[in-house]
């Protein structure tokens, strides 16, 4: 299910683009060269999905995303259907999965039971100050989605850091466990 549901979710919404640029774009082009061109709404897809790459890549385009980002950001429904799908893919990314440094095991919610979680700092100075023992700025991942969960301070005595990447231990919750990081 992890890896087919995505799959399938890209596929049928690419295939329902591919139909309406194709419904969009045939008659004007029946109407230029007088003949159908099949593939029309894939090449159409490419060229849509390459431009607003381009777009987005430059000063200009982020000016625009910013602006969209605004306008979604006053929808109410939309507005959590946006941010939530894209605060997932933020985590998902390189650039967000180097905020985890390590991933851990820590004895919660109670004596005897387990979870994995991320190491993500040392906590704050101001936090610190008002504890005698050091502590660990833990981020535990809910599954199947690991963009919630929660930040525990734990102390460094109370968490042992597992040999296992950051990538693995988002698997394992993604999955719910199911999916297990390589041996070494």
Do not use: C
């Not at 963009?147 to 525990?152: A, C, D, K, P, V």
């Not at 040999?163 to 466990?177: A, R, T």
């Amino acid at each position: 299910m992890v890896i087919v549901l995505p799959i399938g979710i890209t596929g049928v919404l690419l295939q329902m683009m591919f139909i309406w640029l194709d419904g969009f774009f045939a008659p004007l082009a029946f109407r230029l060269t007088e003949r159908r061109i099949p593939g029309l709404g894939i090449i159409s897809t490419m060229i849509i999905m390459f431009g607003v790459g381009l777009l987005a890549t430059n000063i200009v385009g982020r000016a625009f995303v910013s602006s969209g980002e605004y306008f979604v950001s006053r929808i109410p429904l939309i507005r959590s259907v946006y941010y939530g799908a894209k605060q997932f893919l933020e985590t998902l990314t390189a650039e967000q999965r180097r905020a985890f440094t390590q991933v851990v095991l820590i004895e919660y919610p109670k004596k005897g039971s387990y979870t994995l979680g991320f190491v993500t700092a040392e906590p704050i100075e101001e936090i610190q100050k008002h504890v005698a023992e050091p502590l660990f700025n833990i981020f535990v991942a809910t599954t199947p989605n690991p963009t919630t969960g929660f930040l525990l301070l734990v102390p460094q005595k109370d968490v042992r850091i597992l040999p296992i990447s950051v990538e693995d231990g988002i698997k394992m919750i993604v999955s719910g466990g199911i999916i297990h990081p390589p041996e070494s």
